[in-house]
């Protein structure tokens, strides 16, 4: 197994553990399978995208810990790109 591969199969089962969200393992199993780089990152970042907009929408209803929690995602994001 090639590096690439060895990093495609151990971002995977990251993923499985972190955050089994069908869509995204979807994305990473093609990747994994080979399709192309620029499709599966054009899925990463819509993924992303949506998911980012999700949790800004939950902000609403949250309070307390739930609420620090999301906006201390939001914020790492924001401060990734």
Same mark, same amino acid.
């Given at each position: ?24 393992? #979807?994305? /990473? $199993? %093609?990747?994994?399978?080979?399709? *192309?780089?620029?499709?599966?990152? +054009? ?21 307390? #810990?739930? /609420? $620090? %929690?999301?906006?201390?995602?939001? *914020?790492?994001?924001?401060?990734? +790109?």
């Amino acid at each position: 197994m090639t590096p690439r591969n060895e990093i495609k199969a151990e971002l995977y089962r990251t993923v499985l553990l972190l955050h089994p969200d069908p869509i995204l393992i #979807r994305t /990473l $199993e %093609a990747w994994c399978a080979g399709a *192309e780089d620029a499709q599966v990152l +054009a899925d990463l970042r819509n993924w992303n995208e949506a998911k980012y907009l999700e949790m800004q929408e939950w902000l609403s209803s949250l309070t307390g #810990r739930d /609420l $620090e %929690a999301v906006t201390s995602k939001l *914020e790492e994001y924001r401060k990734a +790109a």
